[in-house]
């Protein structure tokens, strides 16, 4: 339920015309401006009953991602997971000012960003929606094109990237997966449900 469509509106597209801006192409379009519309596909096939507050918050969870590069921390295992809590916060940030030009109110802000910011997963529903629409998305469209960059990782490697993803979703986001919600990349079908021991 949108409590005032017209500001929810204005919301998307401040963060859509944010995304336009990236240089990098996915597709033809600006590579986070189509994950984006990706995000609101998925959450709106998988919960068309999600909350105002999980609709913005897949909307601008990967938002203007490309200001802050990999190399822009040491390319250590400690720099990648210093890249992204920091990545989290950035975007959490950017989204509330976005939010904040639109009209909305500091406590849905504050809402959105503990959702965009992966706060509180598996307790926080807002939060835990955005996970399972995160990983839905990236099973059907960029798994596959990850396994591609990583032909070298061992069948041990991509069992064990598969099953973390797999922790981090909801009963509600396997059952969904599972059972024809989402398109698996052929390819790694045998392997997604080795992994998952279906």
Do not use: C
């Amino acid at each position: 339920m949108i409590a005032d469509q017209a500001r929810f509106e204005r919301a998307i597209a401040l963060f859509d015309a944010a995304n336009a801006q990236d240089p990098n192409q996915d597709e033809g379009q600006p590579k986070e401006l189509l994950y984006a519309q990706r995000m609101t596909e998925m959450i709106g096939r998988y919960a068309p009953d999600a909350s105002e507050v999980a609709q913005l918050a897949v909307r601008a969870q990967h938002i203007k991602r490309w200001t802050v590069p990999r190399d822009s921390y040491p390319m250590t295992k400690e720099g990648y997971h210093a890249w992204r809590t920091g990545l989290y916060k950035f975007h959490a940030e950017t989204a509330g000012d976005l939010m904040r030009q639109a009209g909305y109110e500091q406590g849905m802000i504050d809402q959105v960003q503990m959702a965009v910011g992966k706060r509180q997963l598996k307790v926080n529903p807002d939060t835990q929606m955005m996970e399972d629409v995160t990983d839905l998305v990236f099973i059907e469209h960029y798994m596959l094109a990850f396994a591609g960059k990583h032909a070298d990782y061992s069948e041990e490697k991509w069992l064990e990237i598969v099953r973390k993803t797999w922790k981090k979703m909801s009963d509600r986001a396997h059952a969904f997966a599972t059972g024809g919600g989402i398109k698996l990349p052929e390819p790694l079908v045998p392997l997604i449900l080795k992994a998952i021991g279906a």
